[in-house]
Structures are given as C-alpha cells and as structure tokens.
C-alpha cells in the first residue's frame, strides 16, 4: 500500500522517504469520454512511476456536478495507488452523509478529505439547493465516532447497538491566505476544532506567499497541533490564473504581481509560458519542505504525470539552497494582518514567546459599527438576565418553566419570542438558538451555509463567498464583535453540535430550559 497522510510513511519519493507527493484529479461532468480517460491514464501513470503517493479526487469542485469520486476511486485504488476521496457537506444531509461512509468503507475508500465544500451552482433547470446539514468539525466528530463504534440513537429501531468500528483516515483543510485579521483568526481557531474533532492531517488551500505558508507551520507548532503539514501547490494557465486573479473561485488568491509575471512569461515564450509554471512550482515545492512542510498536494490544469517529475526533480535539485528562492514568492501587498512578527533577515516570520495581540489592535471603523448593533446589547442584557445560570432570574425562571409543558401560554411564549428574533436578527424559527455563542449573529439567516463552528474557506477580504460586495462574512463580523467585548476566545470553546431539525417552529427559549437543545448535547 502506498504511504497515506496521517499514517506510518513508506519509502519513496525524489524529496526524501519522509516527504509526501499528492495529486489531485478534477472529474468532468460526465461518467466516460476523454476526460475521465485522461484522469484514469494519469492515474496509472503514477500508480507505476513511484513518485506520486496519494491521489485525491474532488467532490463537485466549485459547486458544479461532476462523476463522483467514489465511482473513479475504485478504479484508481484497483490500479495499486491509493485515493483520497474529498468529503465536502453541502449536497447531504446527515443521514446520506453516514450512509456514504458505509459505502465508501465497504469499497476500501479509506483516506478523506473532509470539507465544508463549494456553495452549489449551476445544475439541472437553476442552481442547486445547498444543504451543509453538518459542517467539516462535525463530520470529523462524527469519523470518530465511527473509528469508535458508534453508538446509534437509542430511539431508532434497532437503536443502542454499538456499530462495528471503522477506520477512516480523514484530514481537513485550512487557508492561512485570508486579507485581514477577522478572516484569519477565525481560520486558525477552526483548524484546532478540527484538529480536536479527529482530523489526522491538514491541507491547505492554494496560494503563493510563502510567508503566509510558513505562518500556518509556526501556528501549528506554537499550538502543538502534532499533525502531517501538506502544502497545496497549484500550477495555473494564464486563462485560470486571470479568472483567480479576479476572486471568481471562492476562497483563492492569484497576487497582481504574479499574474503579470505569468501573462509575461505566457508572451515571452513559444510554449506559452509552461517551463516556467512548472519551475516556479519546483521551487515552491523545495520551499515548503525547507520551512517544515511534510508534504506538497499538487494540481492545476493540463499537467502530466512526467510535469510532475520535472518539477519533483527540479525540486530536489534545489535542496537546501531554497532560501534564495524565498523573495519570488512574498506578496506583503495583498495582506493587511500578519499573525507573527517579519523576520528581516529571511523576509519570512519571527516567533515570538508567545502571540497575544489578537484583541489588542484599535477597532476599525465597521468593527466599531458592529459594536452599535441593537441586538448585541439587548442580546448580551437578555442572555444575562435569564439564561446564564447564577446570573439575573435564571434560577426563577428554570423553576417556573417546567409548568409550561403543554401549556397554552407555552404558544404565546414562543410567538413573543420569534416576534423578537425576527426584528433583531431575521430569525428562522429553528427552536435551537446559537445566537449566544455566535457573537448575537443568527447563522441560519446570515451564513449561506449555516456554519456553526468557524467560517468556510471562502471568503474574500471579508466578504461572503456567496454574496461579494453585498454580506460580509458572518464570521469576521463575529470576531470584531468580540474583539471588542474581550471575547475572541469564546471562538475556541467545545464543538457546537449540528442543529436537531425536530424542534424546527418550536420555541427555543423554552427547548433550552427543558434541555432539549444542542446545548444539553455539548453538556
């Protein structure tokens, strides 16, 4: 078996034994053709060069229908390399999420790479509904529970049996490429909650500044978040590097500066600029395991498994003199927030004894609009008063509640209740309120994919991925809120359970005494 991420390594690879090369695939929208024969003829490529150790294929990239990667992963694990198969959540539900993962174990499909996924676009007659019934913490949680032998619900039939265990290898991913603080902070506290959840190694997204790869390295070792590091190292066409370059795929940055350098090298050269692409992911590739990285995840379009070579090779040609390739890829321009101090000497991150400037910075302008908001202040006033134990008339009332049971005025309660919410915070009547540790920010009615534990990848100098120019993400506007209020640190308490959709219309204040919440689940 080849060498897995997260999993003992084997021998192998141009850039040491220790050192991880993976792959990734793109299925077309289609189930035969050219496209899936090119996939499949790549994948035997790799299965016989020995350089490659893991394929991974995506789930719906970008929000699009494709093959699913279940059907070529069969096929490619029977060639003798194994696949990593990309979880993503927002086409299912949690129901269909755990029937997958029979499926995917019952074919051998082991090694995941779970993620939140591409909000979903065009499909069949208009855009696709999105679902995110779970986010990536909660299906790493619930992996875990599978590695366990999960226990199932007492009340469904057949329920309070233990499940036969099941070994998934599963990782995350993360993107230390984000503009501003309220977008990487967020990021950072995620990555522990997943870490937390049971991932087994992390990814990243793609970029290019090799700072802000190192930044992700430091932060990991600061946290002793003991996980295999894997950089994603993306090869664009000057078409794909100009649609980046505009933030059209969500989540990714193209620098101004390297798209000029790439439309150059495209009009200087008679083969269109592809020699130089793929020494400048060789010497990407070298920096990354320079500064610590233990592994690279290559990909982008038109790239063969012999461009894969070359740039392996070319990679391990540089060794150790990869630190004078290091200014080529720094792009201070396109950030605002640093989490570590600049290094002068090496142009790259200085650590400090410890990082504790997360809530000292001067608010901004919109964090100080944020800080107005209505309904952070009758929120934090109402919380106190009556759902803080100790506190204002919680005791009172946690005695009087439990009369209401089947009560007449219970209706009356939840009706005042939601004529509150939706004038302050566009309430979508879940019964299962997350407002208090979402900083007062409804999730279901403000995030496009209803997250509960941290933000998605896809925001863009903090606007929703969904909606550019028009939302900003929920998330960064969670972190000044709190950034303000000294509360940045309530962003890494527990994992927040999903929401339970049998208490849809019924009132929350009164689920929450009753201890029918997701707050008595993370009790």
Wanted: net charge positive; proline share 6%; with cysteine.
């Amino acid at each position: 078996m080849s060498k897995q991420p997260g999993k003992d390594p084997a021998p192998g690879g141009l850039l040491g034994p220790d050192f991880l090369v993976t792959f990734e695939l793109v299925p077309a929208r289609a189930s035969k053709g050219k496209a899936v024969d090119q996939i499949l003829a790549f994948a035997k490529d790799a299965a016989s060069g020995g350089i490659i150790s893991a394929l991974s294929i995506t789930d719906n990239a970008g929000g699009h229908p494709a093959l699913s990667p279940v059907s070529l992963g069969v096929e490619i694990k029977a060639m003798g390399i194994e696949p990593i198969i990309h979880f993503s959540c927002k086409d299912k539900n949690r129901n269909i999420i755990e029937s997958q993962l029979f499926e995917l174990d019952r074919s051998g499909l082991r090694n995941l790479l779970v993620l939140t996924g591409d909000y979903p676009r065009y499909g069949y007659n208009g855009n696709a509904k999105p679902v995110f019934d779970l986010d990536s913490v909660q299906v790493l949680g619930l992996l875990e529970e599978m590695r366990k032998g999960m226990v199932v619900d007492p009340r469904a039939p057949g329920g309070g049996v233990r499940l036969p265990p099941l070994d998934f290898n599963a990782g995350c991913v993360v993107s230390p490429f984000k503009r501003l603080q309220a977008e990487l902070i967020p990021q950072y506290l995620k990555l522990k909650k997943k870490i937390a959840a049971g991932a087994r190694f992390v990814i990243t997204q793609m970029g290019f500044d090799v700072r802000k790869y190192q930044e992700l390295r430091l932060f990991m070792d600061q946290e002793s978040l003991d996980r295999p590091l894997i950089g994603t190292v993306f090869v664009p066409n000057l078409g794909l590097a100009r649609l980046l370059n505009r933030g059209v795929v969500p989540g990714c940055v193209l620098p101004d500066r390297l798209l000029r350098q790439i439309e150059d090298e495209a009009a200087g050269s008679g083969d269109r600029g592809i020699e130089a692409r793929l020494k400048r992911a060789g010497r990407l590739i070298a920096i990354l395991k320079g500064i610590g990285y233990q592994g690279v995840h290559i990909s982008g379009p038109d790239i063969s498994h012999s461009h894969v070579e070359w740039m392996i090779d070319y990679a391990r040609d540089i060794g150790d003199n990869w630190p004078r390739y290091v200014p080529e890829f720094l792009f201070p321009e396109e950030w605002q927030y640093w989490y570590f101090a600049k290094d002068t000497e090496t142009g790259l991150n200085r650590v400090p004894e410890s990082c504790k400037s997360i809530d000292s910075r001067i608010p901004d302008a919109v964090s100080l609009k944020e800080f107005a908001s209505p309904g952070l202040w009758l929120g934090l006033l109402i919380h106190w008063m009556f759902f803080e134990p100790g506190k204002g008339a919680y005791h009172r009332v946690n005695t009087a509640i439990g009369g209401l049971e089947g009560h007449f005025t219970r209706e009356i309660l939840s009706s005042f209740e939601y004529l509150c919410k939706e004038l302050l915070y566009d309430c979508r009547r879940c019964g299962d309120c997350f407002l208090s540790e979402m900083a007062f920010l409804c999730p279901q009615s403000k995030c496009a994919k209803y997250l509960v534990n941290g933000p998605c990848g896809g925001s863009r100098n903090g606007w929703c991925e969904v909606w550019p120019g028009r939302r900003r993400c929920i998330y960064v506007r969670i972190f000044e809120r709190l950034k303000i209020l000294k509360g940045v640190d309530s962003l890494k308490e527990s994992i927040v359970p999903p929401r339970n959709w049998a208490l849809s219309e019924t009132s929350s204040w009164l689920n929450f005494y009753l201890g029918k919440d997701h707050h008595k689940l993370k009790e």
